[in-house]
């Protein structure tokens, strides 16, 4: 669905917009509002927006949540704020700064959502909640009495992303093929999408040309970004199942299923190609060339709903028996993060 | 398996399909179906396209397979190789065996097969014959292992209708031929889960990866504890139903609870999966590329047909799924367990030669426990 058929759908007032500003298309917005991005550097009134945007880009990186409380402040800043915001993130390009502020933002909007979820006084707000989540993230969703009411199979698309066992569906209220969650949950349940919504809307932000007056701030982001670029360097040493992993099979013994699944997927994660990885099942003694490659091609989401398997889990691999951890495991919790060391830019 | 078996059973398995194409039907929208079909002592032979029941009958007449399987998905194009099928959705499907229940009464009835020399025999590690330990099993039909899987559907299902909201005529309970039942789910919004959403419905029944604060223990103050009724939906209920047994049961036994402690809490609901959770193959429910045994036709571990169960509590699979006929045949019979079809007793036989209805004797020689005299 096209933004501005959300807006006039949803019919926004400003303070919605103010809470939710990512369902407008920002160029258009301003148009319509009858501003132009040049009065944003001569006009008097608008031009510490600038300056305000710059600052709600700078909380977002710093991982905090701008202004989550507007009550008092004047709704057009927020909505002007968040969008110039987007139009120097465009600009700049600065993808670190682009998905730190899409998260933050969506926290906030995540605050929102809750609140007008459970505000029992005030219908509109809570109908706006709902048919946000039901437009943006394709979740059928109703109220009934205290609970938030989806269907078990929209819950379980967003639901198992998550790692943590309290999103498992035998952790819910489930009946009647529903899932019962409180506003909180519900909310939860969408951040990711949240996120990647308001980032794919800064990408694809349509914005032809800025005058002058931004340029100072978007260089000024760039070096912003500097600070914030952390350099991933993998020390390229494999973690100890894995090692293990790996040993077991070159001696031609029998590798579990789970050791194998956890083998494969981690080197389908690692980049490794399925030509790479089938010949390391060779010495296994039940190995048959066509089911290990269809086995792999499978879990690579080559087939069908075409998802590919995430690496399990250092708590699910050591339920199975599968992990020998060492000190440098600490404070990890999948194998693919191990020898992942940051080093921040100076 | 010795040529003349192969024989004799391919003649008995295409007399029952030429006498039986009223059951063997292919899947609703056979089109956008992947069938296959193996026969004996060969490999499988998959994406084969069939359009109709006339191509299936076709199918059995010319190649008498020894089993017949249909996806339980949908593909634009079932033909093609399976990264270019075009995934479509597939039905939810669940088998519930006997095998994985571990009864105590299989020791009786689970049979060995000696891989040397042929012998079959219960119970002990080795063949008594030959002293090899290296042998294969097959089980007899058990009614109490039966019994316990029917259970297990039983609770399957109530978990299908009440928590996941689906309507009963959309659910089908087929026997699977040999030792358990198949389910079907057709028409919910269901099928188009892929492998990881499923594998966290198939959690969801076996009742795996509870959590002790889920049913309201608190772990930082296990004390304040306050568990779910046994009137509330779901596994809520369900386990508060089983830990207390009733309302009037839950104050006492609460506190009891709460003096053992968090962890033994956690320890009760792990030991409940095996009793309220329903014990389903996980595997078979998240493949969703899966080749499914066609209802109708023959289980040839046993010779029975898989065959819709329109009254599961009164099934008897000895009875209901047993279609070959009853012409004399005489084999060689080393079958060391009694049982039972068509209400007749079989076995025990102790390598002796006997003259039995084919019925009979198809089953012993797909059960490894006899050779055409
Ligand atoms: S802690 Fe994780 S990475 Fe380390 S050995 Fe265990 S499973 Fe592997
Ligand atoms: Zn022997
Ligand atoms: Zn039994």
């Known amino acids: 669905m096209s933004n501005q058929i959300i807006t006039s759908v949803l019919k926004l007032g400003t303070e919605e917009i103010a809470k939710y500003p990512f369902l407008t298309e920002a160029g258009n917005y301003l148009k319509e509002k009858g501003f132009t991005l040049e009065q944003f550097g001569n006009d008097e009134d608008l031009r510490p927006i600038i300056e305000i945007a710059f600052q709600r880009i700078e909380t977002a990186a710093n991982g905090k949540i701008f202004n989550s409380d507007f009550n008092v402040k004047n709704l057009d800043v927020e909505v002007f704020s968040f969008l110039v915001a987007v139009i120097l993130l465009k600009q700049s390009a600065m993808n670190t700064l682009i998905k730190r502020f899409s998260l933050a933002e969506a926290r906030r909007a995540e605050k929102f959502l809750e609140k007008d979820l459970s505000d029992i006084n005030n219908k509109a707000k809570e109908e706006l909640a709902i048919k946000i989540i039901k437009d943006l993230f394709s979740m059928d969703i109703h109220k009934s009495d205290d609970y938030f009411v989806i269907p078990v199979v929209d819950y379980l698309k967003h639901a198992t992303h998550f790692y943590e066992q309290e999103w498992k569906l035998v952790n819910r209220l489930v009946d009647n093929g529903n899932v019962f969650l409180t506003s909180h949950e519900t909310v939860r349940l969408i951040r990711k999408e949240l996120d990647n919504f308001i980032s794919s809307k800064i990408h694809s932000a349509n914005i032809p040309s800025i005058p002058e007056s931004f340029k100072k701030s978007v260089e000024a982001l760039v070096s912003l970004a500097k600070k914030f670029s952390v350099q991933t360097v993998e020390t390229g040493e494999s973690p100890p199942c894995i090692k293990h992993a790996l040993d077991v099979l070159s001696k031609g013994e029998n590798l579990p299923h789970s050791g194998r699944f956890m083998l494969a997927t981690y080197l389908l994660n690692k980049g490794q190609t399925i030509e790479e990885i089938a010949p390391l099942f060779k010495n296994a003694p039940d190995y048959n060339e066509k089911i290990t490659l269809y086995q792999l091609k499978h879990l690579s989401g080559v087939f069908g709903s075409g998802t590919k398997y995430a690496c399990p889990s250092c708590d699910k691999l050591k339920s199975e028996n599968l992990c020998f951890a060492i000190p440098e495991c600490a404070n990890i919790i999948n194998p693919l993060q191990f020898g992942r060391k940051k080093i921040p830019n100076a | ?373």
């Open chain 2, 1 to 373: 398996m010795l040529d003349k078996d192969i024989k004799f059973l391919e003649e008995s398995f295409k007399k029952y399909y030429f006498d039986h194409f009223d059951l063997i039907h292919t899947h609703t929208n056979p089109e956008r179906r992947e069938f296959g079909y193996q026969k004996f002592n060969f490999g499988m032979n998959r994406h084969i396209p069939i359009k109709s029941d006339k191509e299936l009958h076709l199918l059995l007449m010319t190649n008498i397979p020894s089993d017949v399987y249909c996806s339980n998905a949908s593909y634009l194009f079932p033909n093609l190789p399976m990264a270019e099928k075009d995934w479509q959705g597939a039905d939810l499907i669940f088998d519930v065996d006997a095998k994985d229940l571990n009864l105590p009464c299989r020791i009786n009835h689970v049979c060995k097969k000696c891989t040397t020399c042929g012998n079959v025999f219960l119970q002990q590690n080795e063949c008594p014959d030959c002293k090899s330990t290296k042998y294969e099993t097959s089980s007899a039909l058990c009614q109490n292992c039966i019994a316990g899987a029917k259970n297990e559907i039983r609770k399957l299902i109530s978990i299908l209708t009440g928590d996941l909201g689906i309507k009963k005529e959309n659910i089908r309970v087929y026997f699977s031929g040999n030792e358990g039942f198949h389910v079907y789910v057709s028409e919910s919004n269901y099928e188009k889960l892929d492998s990881r959403e499923r594998a966290e419905l198939v959690d969801y029944i076996l009742f795996k990866g509870a959590l002790p604060e889920t049913f309201g223990a608190k772990k930082s103050d296990f004390s304040k504890s306050v568990f779910s009724d046994i009137d509330e939906k779901g596994w809520l209920g369900r386990t508060s139903k089983q830990v207390f047994g009733s309302k009037s049961n839950k104050p006492k036994l609460s506190k009891q609870l709460i003096s053992e402690g968090y962890f033994s809490f956690k320890k009760k609901l792990e030991d409940l999966q095996k009793i309220i959770g329903a014990q389903i193959d996980p595997n078979v429910t998240i493949d969703v590329h899966r080749i499914f045994r066609l209802a109708g036709t023959i289980n040839s571990k046993s010779g029975l047909s898989k065959i819709l169960c329109n009254d599961l509590e009164k099934f008897n699979p000895g009875n209901d799924a047993c279609f070959i006929d009853d012409d004399k045949v005489t084999i060689l019979a080393n079958c060391p367990v009694e049982f039972k079809l068509k209400n007749k007793k079989f076995g025990p036989y102790k390598k002796e030669q006997v003259t039995v209805p084919k019925y009979a004797a198809v089953y012993m020689i797909c059960k490894g426990y006899a050779t055409l005299a």
